[in-house]
């Protein structure tokens, strides 16, 4: 019998597991239908054995001291100051708008002072900004708004500026000095070995197992669970009842180049040329050396693999209907960007992961934060014909199966005494062989049918 079953291997359910494991002792399995941890943030060596990101760029910032020292007890960090540079006019200039970009684009002289005064007398003030298009033109005025957003967005999102919330491109400032960093946060630093590095010590433990490729309806009856997890989509977990939620998703064409370097930062933006949003070279990311590089191209398109929940007023009330019922679903708690229908970046997902923790243990964060066990003394199921090689250090390794088959296989071992993270957590590509295997399709494709079945919806029996 597991603790907790956790749907999902991203941020949210991986924070989750570790403190659950660690932090309370529960056993716990976490299953993802992709075949590897660390959800959107995946990292992996391409063909060439360039380090990318399979799901586009992921750039850590945190202004929160808590959540970097979370991290940060299960990697290093090489330092890194995010730029972006917009392809506009035919100029490569800063994003976020600066005085460098006004500069140049206009070939004027500027001094911050006098920028102000230049945005000033081109905004388009308005009361509220309510929309994404009123953010913009109330800042910069419409010109600017043009060359930088509004195509950008309408490929982004396939909807204009006006019809989105105003926190879409409230996400992007603008300055008046020369500050060209993409963020200010406090803390902005890559995972020095890679987020799925990260992922597979946060989750190397004797408490928690993981299967991949994984559906989550595969297993909910067949691996007897307290509690549960959920970071899928909250419509696909209860069957779409209310109408499906959108979600903006991607398409990423990697490509390497035989050269070192393409392109002078990481990421390149194009509001108004091509069919895709923007570029991003890998190596200014990971601070890798290599003779060659690699690129990732994203285009947005309506259908496909989730990725961005939309923000804007229907949706809103469309997910609240959602919230309504997962409030009364008990024993389902419902954590991350996909299950809370949240446009949140890493660190507050894992903020919001820990606050859950915090929750389940009734403790605040920060004693959330601390909790520390041994891991349970678990009896390991020895064959009779073993050849038995003693287990360095944690005596219990993952071998102990419960409830039939479900350890991954990463348990005891007849030859060493114990499985490499790698191994345990199924990151050298060759999955699991497991009964439930047949449904995974590794890309999280799965038909988006009703999840809910399991006899804990108590909304449903009341409907
Ligand atoms: P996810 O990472 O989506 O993990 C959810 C997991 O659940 C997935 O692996 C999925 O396969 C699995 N799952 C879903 N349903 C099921 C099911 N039924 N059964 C089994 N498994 C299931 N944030 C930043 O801070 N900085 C950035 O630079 C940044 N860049 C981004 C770029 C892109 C292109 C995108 C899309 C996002 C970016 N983000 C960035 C946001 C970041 O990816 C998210 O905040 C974070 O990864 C969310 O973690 P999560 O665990 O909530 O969700
Ligand atoms: N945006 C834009 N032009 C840009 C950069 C951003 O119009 O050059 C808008 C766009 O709507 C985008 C939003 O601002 O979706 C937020 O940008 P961010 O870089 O934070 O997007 P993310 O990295 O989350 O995709």
């Keep these: 019998m597991f603790d907790y079953l956790i749907v999902g291997a991203g941020f949210a359910g991986s924070v989750i597991a570790e403190r659950l494991a660690r932090g309370c002792n529960k056993k716990v399995l976490i299953v993802d239908r992709r075949n590897h941890i660390g959800g959107n943030a995946y990292d992996c060596f391409?063909?060439?054995?360039?380090?990318?990101?399979?799901?586009?760029?992921?750039?850590?910032?945190?202004?929160?001291?808590?959540?970097?020292?979370?991290?940060?007890?299960?990697?290093?960090?090489?330092?890194?100051?995010?730029?972006?540079?917009?392809?506009?006019?035919?100029?490569?200039?800063?994003?976020?708008i600066n005085l460098d970009t006004i500069n140049r684009l206009y070939g004027l002289n500027l001094d911050s002072f006098q920028l102000d005064?230049?945005?000033?007398?081109?905004?388009e003030k308005k009361e509220v900004c309510k929309t994404s298009e009123d953010v913009v033109v109330n800042k910069v005025g419409r010109e600017l708004y043009e060359k930088f957003f509004r195509g950008y967005t309408r490929k982004q999102w396939g909807l204009d500026p006006s019809e989105l919330d105003a926190q879409v491109t409230a996400r992007v400032p603008t300055r008046t000095n020369r500050d060209d960093r993409y963020f200010t946060d406090a803390y902005q630093a890559m995972p020095k070995q890679g987020f799925t590095r990260m992922f597979e010590k946060m989750l190397d433990h004797p408490n928690i197992k993981v299967m991949l490729n994984c559906d989550y309806r595969d297993v909910k009856e067949w691996a007897p669970h307290n509690e549960l997890i959920f970071t899928g989509c909250v419509d696909e977990y209860f069957g779409f009842r209310h109408g499906k939620l959108p979600y903006r998703c991607l398409e990423f064409k990697h490509e390497t180049i035989n050269k070192e370097w393409v392109q002078p930062v990481a990421v390149i933006n194009y509001p108004n040329d091509y069919a895709y949003t923007r570029v991003t070279e890998f190596k200014h990311l990971t601070g890798q050396e290599h003779p060659k590089t690699s690129v990732v191209y994203e285009f947005s398109c309506a259908e496909g693999d989730p990725y961005y929940p939309i923000p804007r007023t229907e949706n809103a009330e469309l997910y609240r209907?959602?919230?309504?019922?997962?409030e009364r679903t008990s024993?389902?708690?419902?954590?991350?960007?996909?299950?809370?229908?949240?446009?949140?970046?890493?660190?507050?997902?894992?903020?919001?992961a820990l606050t859950t923790f915090a929750k389940i243990v009734g403790k605040t964060r920060q004693e959330a934060l601390e909790l520390k066990t041994e891991p349970r003394i678990t009896r390991i199921h020895v064959p009779m014909n073993a050849e038995l090689i003693p287990l360095n250090g944690n005596g219990n390794g993952n071998g102990h199966h419960e409830n039939g088959s479900i350890s991954?296989?990463?348990?005891?071992?007849?030859?060493?005494?114990?499985?490499?993270?790698?191994?345990?957590?199924?990151?050298?590509?060759?999955?699991?062989?497991?009964?439930?295997?047949?449904?995974?399709n590794g890309n999280g494709t799965a038909d988006r049918n009703?999840?809910?079945?399991?006899?804990k919806d108590k909304s449903a029996s009341r409907e």
């Design 46 to 96: 391409d063909d060439y054995g360039v380090l990318i990101h399979k799901y586009g760029p992921h750039i850590f910032h945190t202004a929160c001291k808590e959540v970097f020292g979370y991290l940060s007890r299960f990697t290093d960090w090489r330092q890194y100051q995010h730029k972006v540079l917009a392809s506009v006019d035919g100029q490569l200039v800063p994003i976020p």
């Design 117 to 123: 005064k230049w945005f000033e007398s081109r905004a």
């Design 321 to 326: 209907k959602y919230t309504a019922l997962a």
């Design 331 to 352: 024993n389902v708690h419902f954590v991350g960007r996909l299950a809370t229908y949240k446009y949140y970046n890493m660190d507050q997902v894992v903020a919001q």
């Design 408 to 440: 991954n296989g990463n348990g005891y071992s007849k030859r060493r005494g114990r499985a490499s993270a790698a191994e345990v957590l199924g990151m050298n590509g060759n999955g699991h062989s497991h009964r439930n295997r047949k449904n995974g």
């Design 450 to 455: 009703s999840l809910v079945n399991d006899g």
